[in-house]
């Protein structure tokens, strides 16, 4: 079986972000690039279906910028075998990469794709279920656990308050919450091998979609600070006004 | 045009997030119905009907729907949504499960966890963590949005005794692709950390891993969850999954207590979401009470007890 | 295989508390490690170890000779532990690449204008008159045109060169030790990487590889904790005065427009540390509405309640520094050692199978506050000796005295000799002009021209009883921040479980002999609030390390009086994140 990885070039997760003094969006000058760490799940998971035996092929792709190479060598680190690049500089919002990815679906025909729930930058958590529905593929999102059994994907999903567990028919689109995996290291020499796999570029063009999106960024700002509240002179002061004024116990 | 709400709903009951979803869905505009899908939701569909404001509500009852499943009652709506300008859901494991889904196959963008309202096409969203506020414009003519049920204030229960007229709806979408096997909820007294309604922190002023057990007793009493600074958990006080802040867990509860803590930037960015922050410190210039809501400056030792006795 | 190691950590079985865990900690340190080899192995990818690499590809590249170059860089990427003024002469960049412009490199603001003020008081200034700046402090002028740049960007840019010429550069990879075999170097050993706090193997351990070569370039830059070894274990610093260093603070900020006035330069001395401690500030306007503002603080200070942060925080509101920031936004922070004792302090810069190059040995040139051009160099003259090495067919593991003699006969080597003897000249100049000698003393760093000062810094401290204890202002989060939210703008993180980097030879004496003597300087010394003294449950006071806070400065290995604090790499990729510092 083929796996599909789609993953993200995002701000690093240990950056802090500053909004651009012009409100237009943030400032990603000089800022530190990385895998969104969600992606990096699913490549993990990926792999690990590879060493498995699940799977046959890891085929990891990405829509981006050219420098969004840098996180597909990442991925081919860490045991993809190919990559796709489809090279772009506009801002892509979650359908448009979900058209892109569905075309490369449709040239690949893997028999499971594997996707970030969402990215830390928009934090959307959109692309795995719009490209669900694009493919007409059952969908399996926040996945905690994942099993390829009789020709079945049983997954475990976080939703809220617990746990959940379904089963799907192959293909089938899979998104990664934060306990599916704890993501390996890339080792050195991995990383040196990484350079010498197969990348291939692609542009919207050839793959005949438009990645224009219909939803605007119109402002960034930062978000308001918090102001200071009142100062409650006892215990009783302050339960009477979490309970009459804030409402927030009962 | 018209604005369809996805209810939301957990064993058989309406949860309070839809509520806080029709109060968007009404700062939007316009008629307003409510959408019950699942099996066996006569009782839902007819607490969603009392909901002020709601001129309609449509039920999905079958099977196939049970559990909510992406795939049926994305297909579902799919059919319902050509009457509306606006589907709206709670940005809740369902609404991000289903929503997408539904855009993508009605050929529009969706609009994720929104937090304001500015016009019927202009909405506010967290970006980057909450660490930006990105004000985006649908020009699609179908909105599909998910909405951050806390920045909204729910709307109440409608004062007529008839609530609003409950319609079936007879389309059954097949789903041959998406089998429910389990479900397994938490049952844990505590709340986890991550999504509790209710966290109460401790920091290194509670000066030991025993002092922690002041806050797992009003923990006790008000369902919450507990969280650490991490100073606290450097110092050994608690464990490394407690700790709250931008090298632990994000959380953003309706109300958080922190105790002991004085408040450094890095525990700041794991809480400042929180609805309402209650600060406990006996020094009155912790910064943590710069960001407090209410802040109380005592000697934790005294408050803690106190606090849990009048609980 | 008989080979051993500079142990640079204190090794974790003398601390074993149980069996269990001592056992455990065998398992990790007798693992077995995947080696690789190649021909040169470089540690540090700043501007030293760049350089050399891409002289060493370019030379193969010409000599048609295939050529292994593999670099290793602590930080998660090429230039995120990069800090630096700076302001950048670019003589040895032009050796390297005379096609600079036309390959885009990040030199885009030329210096235009200098200023250099005495400040008298936390409001008075002296601007001093362009005459009486010594020759060195001039940036504008002269036959060299000198940009304002940021140095994490030329590494960043240095680094596509070296890997377009065909360099193996991998970062998050920290070098741990260094492999000595028959008393020559044969390169070194990568940190392990998922090792929980109390040294066992949890999910995902990964070993780190030996990674063996014919010669090994150390660059690690101020206080390199493998170069600390190497200078200790081949004494290198035989017959030199002991190293000077001191610590550099820095910010940048966005101003406003109206401010910005692009490749202006200013430099001042004085107030706040006065008689405290010598040192220097600077603040330049470089690109993008970008300022850079930055105060060094010689760590030869003797007060023990000196802080070099609050230091730089109270700076900051003296309206010659004001009036440039005031109305801007801090968007990042950081910290930094400089090795700045200069020729009389320079280690001998090789070894067998290696070299000591840049800031790592001490090649920074402080009369002119520069030491990247010269690092550059140093890199330079490196990669051209170990090539001719190993082009006539040496195996490795010699010791490159050509490299010294070469070297020696370098434009870098001749400058570090004119600031030494500039150094006498100074004090001479200084008495004629009595006032003017005082400030342009002070502005050089005070004792740092020096010939000969044998007190090393950790020495210098004097009793906390017998000093005036110093009380700094409230931050008022506009121009002044606390430390933890600085931090906070280094964008720095540790994995946190691992073990702390900070090790302390003897775990009781902070409390036991610094605490009483000298009010624990650890706390105040660090810039990033790794090091405080708290209340254990009893009341005592209890030694704290935030490991996860540390910018990597190394001041703390530097300045503890007891020499008790070695700074140990931790996992890769660990420490801050600068963005173009």
């Not at chain 2, 096409?121 to 699609?140: C, H, L, M, W």
Request: aromatic letters at 6%; proline letters at 5%; a negative charge.
């Amino acid at each position: 079986m083929k796996v599909l990885v789609a993953i993200k070039r995002v701000i690093d997760y240990n950056v802090k972000i500053r909004v651009k003094s012009d409100h237009s969006d943030v400032d990603l000058t000089n800022v530190k690039m990385a895998m969104n760490p969600f992606c990096e799940i699913a490549v993990e998971e990926a792999v690990r279906l590879k060493e498995k035996g699940v799977a046959t092929e890891v085929v990891v792709v990405t829509i981006g910028p050219k420098a969004a190479q840098e996180q597909l060598r990442t991925a081919l680190a860490l045991g993809a075998d190919r990559a796709i690049h489809v090279e772009t500089d506009l801002r892509v919002e979650s359908l448009g990469a979900a058209r892109a990815l569905a075309k490369i679906v449709e040239e690949q025909q893997p028999g499971l794709v594997i996707l970030g729930k969402q990215a830390i930058d928009t934090d959307n958590n959109q692309t795995g279920q719009m490209l669900a529905a694009l493919t007409g593929l059952p969908q399996g999102t926040f996945a905690s656990e994942v099993a390829v059994e009789d020709g079945r994907l049983r997954v475990t999903r976080e939703i809220d308050g617990g746990l959940e567990t379904l089963e799907l028919t192959l293909p089938a689109i899979v998104t990664t919450d934060l306990r599916l995996n704890e993501p390996r290291y890339a080792k050195l020499p991995d990383i040196m091998k990484a350079k010498k796999k197969p990348l291939e570029v692609r542009t919207p063009a050839d793959l005949g979609v438009e990645l224009a999106s219909r939803i605007k960024l119109l402002k960034v700002e930062p978000p308001a600070e918090r102001q200071a509240g009142i100062k409650v002179g006892s215990v009783d002061e302050l339960i009477d006004k979490l309970k009459n004024e804030a409402k927030v116990i009962s | 045009m018209s604005i369809l709400v996805l209810a939301e709903h957990h064993n058989g009951v309406l949860a309070d997030a839809t509520a806080h979803v029709v109060a968007a869905a009404r700062q939007i505009g316009g008629e307003l119905h409510v959408l019950v899908v699942g099996e066996g939701v006569a009782a839902i569909a007819e607490a969603a009907s009392k909901l002020d404001g709601v001129g309609r509500v449509l039920v999905a009852d079958h099977a196939n729907y049970a559990h909510l499943l992406a795939e049926p009652t994305a297909a579902l709506m799919a059919q319902l949504a050509d009457d509306y300008g606006h589907v709206l859901a709670a940005a809740s494991t369902t609404g991000k499960n289903v929503l997408p889904r539904l855009a993508a196959l009605k050929g529009v963008g969706q609009i994720s966890e929104i937090i304001a309202v500015q016009g019927v096409d202009t909405f506010k969203r967290p970006i980057y963590a909450g660490n930006a506020i990105a004000t985006v414009q649908s020009e699609d003519t179908l909105k599909v949005i998910t909405v951050r049920a806390t920045a909204f204030d729910a709307v109440a229960a409608t004062q007529s005794d008839d609530g609003a007229a409950i319609e079936a709806i007879d389309f059954v979408a097949d789903n041959d692709q998406s089998t429910f096997i389990e479900e397994q909820l938490a049952e844990s007294d505590r709340p986890e950390l991550g999504s509790a309604k209710v966290v109460i922190s401790g920091g290194r002023g509670m000066g030991s891993r025993e002092n922690f057990q002041l806050l797992e007793r009003i923990a006790d009493k008000l369902g919450a969850a507990i969280g650490a600074s991490r100073a606290a958990v450097d110092a050994g006080f608690a464990p490394n999954d407690m700790q709250v802040g931008q090298t632990g867990k994000i959380v953003a509860p309706e109300l958080y207590i922190a105790v002991g803590i004085s408040g450094a930037i890095q525990h700041l960015a794991g809480m400042k979401d929180a609805k309402v922050i209650v600060a406990i410190n006996k020094d009155e210039d912790a910064p943590i009470f710069q960001v407090a809501d209410y802040g109380l400056v005592a000697d934790l030792f005294e408050a803690l007890p106190a606090l849990e006795r009048q609980l | 295989m008989a080979w051993s190691l500079i142990c640079s950590r204190p090794c974790p079985r003398w601390n074993g508390n149980s069996n269990s865990r001592l056992m455990k900690e065998l398992a990790v340190e007798q693992v077995e490690r995947d080696a690789m080899e190649f021909d040169v192995m470089i540690v540090g990818a700043g501007p030293a170890g760049l350089s050399a690499a891409c002289r060493l590809m370019q030379q193969a590249g010409e000599a048609g000779r295939e050529l292994t170059v593999c670099m290793v860089e602590k930080g998660s990427e090429v230039g995120a532990h990069i800090l630096s003024g700076a302001i950048f002469e670019p003589r040895a960049l032009q050796e390297l690449f005379p096609d600079w412009q036309e390959r885009g490199a990040p030199l885009t603001t030329p210096a235009v204008r200098d200023e250099v003020y005495l400040l008298k008081d936390d409001t008075k200034a002296w601007k001093l008159p362009n005459a009486l700046v010594p020759p060195s402090m001039h940036n504008t002028g002269g036959e060299i045109t000198r940009y304002v740049i940021s140095a994490g960007n030329l590494c960043r840019w240095l680094a596509e060169q070296a890997e377009g010429l065909g360099v193996e550069i991998f970062p998050g990879f920290a070098a741990q030790e260094v492999i000595v075999e028959d008393g020559a170097v044969r390169g070194i050993v990568i940190g392990d990487m998922g090792v929980a706090a109390d040294g066992t193997p949890q999910d995902g351990y990964t070993p780190g590889m030996e990674l063996r070569a014919k010669y090994t370039l150390f660059a690690e830059g101020s206080r390199g904790h493998l170069g600390k070894r190497l200078i200790e274990r081949f004494e290198l610093d035989e017959g030199r005065d002991p190293q000077h260093y001191g610590i550099g603070l820095k910010e940048l900020w966005d101003i406003p427009a109206e401010k910005h006035q692009p490749g202006l330069i200013l430099h001042g001395s004085g107030w706040p540390l006065d008689k405290q401690a010598q040192g220097g500030w600077f603040l330049y306007h470089a690109e993008n509405r970008q300022a850079v503002v930055g105060l060094i603080v010689d760590l030869s200070y003797r007060n023990p309640w000196l802080s070099p942060f609050d230091e730089f925080q109270r700076l900051k509101h003296h309206p010659v520094l004001k009036h440039h920031l005031e109305g801007g936004e801090r968007v990042a922070y950081g910290a930094r050692a400089i090795t700045k004792g200069g020729l009389n302090c320079l280690p001998k810069m090789t070894f067998p199978g290696g070299l000591l190059i840049g800031c790592d040995a001490g090649t920074l040139n402080f009369a002119k506050i520069k030491g990247l051009h010269t690092a550059m160099k140093s890199g330079l003259v490196a990669g051209e000796t170990v090539f001719e090495a190993i082009m006539s067919g040496d195996e490795g593991g010699q010791e490159l005295s050509a490299f010294t003699a070469k070297w020696e006969r370098s434009w870098a080597h001749a400058e570090l000799e004119a600031s030494a003897s500039f150094g006498s000249a100074i004090h001479r100049y200084g008495t004629v002009l009595g006032g003017a000698y005082n400030f342009t003393n002070q502005l050089l760093g005070g004792r740092l021209p020096n010939l000969h000062d044998t007190t090393a810094d950790h020495a210098s401290l004097e009793p906390a009883a017998e000093c005036e204890q110093i009380v700094y202002p409230k931050p008022d989060g506009k121009l002044s921040f606390d430390k933890l939210s600085s931090v906070f703008l280094s964008n720095t993180n540790h994995e946190e479980n691992q073990p702390c980097h900070l090790r302390l030879t003897d775990p009781e004496l902070p409390i036991r002999e610094n605490l009483p003597r000298y009010a624990e300087p650890a706390q105040r010394y660090c810039p990033a609030g790794v090091y405080e003294v708290v209340e254990d449950d009893h009341g005592k006071p209890r030694f704290q390390i935030n490991f996860q806070n540390c910018v990597h400065c190394k001041t703390c290995d530097i300045k503890d009086p007891a020499q008790n604090i070695t700074w140990i790499a931790p996992e890769g990729g660990g420490g801050p994140n600068y963005p173009n510092m």
